[in-house]
């Protein structure tokens, strides 16, 4: 399994992400600044609790936001049998990230992230992921990466633009 996440992380952090089946969301802006913890839902609290803990490289912290068993998908979906596997997996990622945007939807939430250079290297400055959350109970029992829409016709892949 740590073979196959390894593999996943590898293959995110070269690829940049693809693709055009998503809704839009949040690639190319700077991050926005969060709003008071007051005004975000629980779901919204969580994404941002688990990437500040990540961003911080507080693996055991960002572990305990996932719940035993949740489903992570990159390449291919794994399972975050034990907290280990969760420290695991948060310890693997290559960037560090801004959060963008957040939409809820109806059973997830989707967030944007601006790529920035984690601890290990390997990471697309500028680049950007979004990630489709299902949170229950204030855990993050799936966490899916979806590949970024491609640039609408006549603008440049790297022409900022929101997907929202």
């Given amino acids: ?18 693709g055009e089946d998503e ?74 990230s801004d959060v963008t945007d957040i939409k809820e939807e109806s059973s997830s939430t989707l967030a944007a992230f601006s790529l920035r250079e984690g601890r290990t290297g390997g990471c697309e400055e500028g680049g950007n992921a979004r990630v489709r959350f299902v949170i229950r109970d204030g855990l993050i029992r799936e966490w899916r990466q979806l590949s970024s829409p491609a640039a609408p016709p006549g603008e440049t892949a790297a022409a900022p633009r929101r997907l929202l």
């Fill in 23 to 96: 809704p839009r969301l949040g690639e190319g802006r700077d991050a926005a600044p969060a709003p008071p913890a007051a005004a975000q839902s629980a779901d919204e609290r969580v994404i941002r609790e688990w990437n500040t803990a990540v961003n911080l490289g507080e693996y055991e912290r960002a572990a305990d936001l996932f719940e035993r068993g949740a489903a992570v998908e990159q390449v291919e979906e794994i399972e975050l049998a034990t907290r280990a596997d969760a420290i695991a997996f948060n310890r693997s990622l290559p960037c560090r």
């Fill in 1 to 18: 399994m740590r073979a196959a996440l390894a593999l996943a992380l590898v293959l995110l952090a070269v690829s940049g992400c693809g």
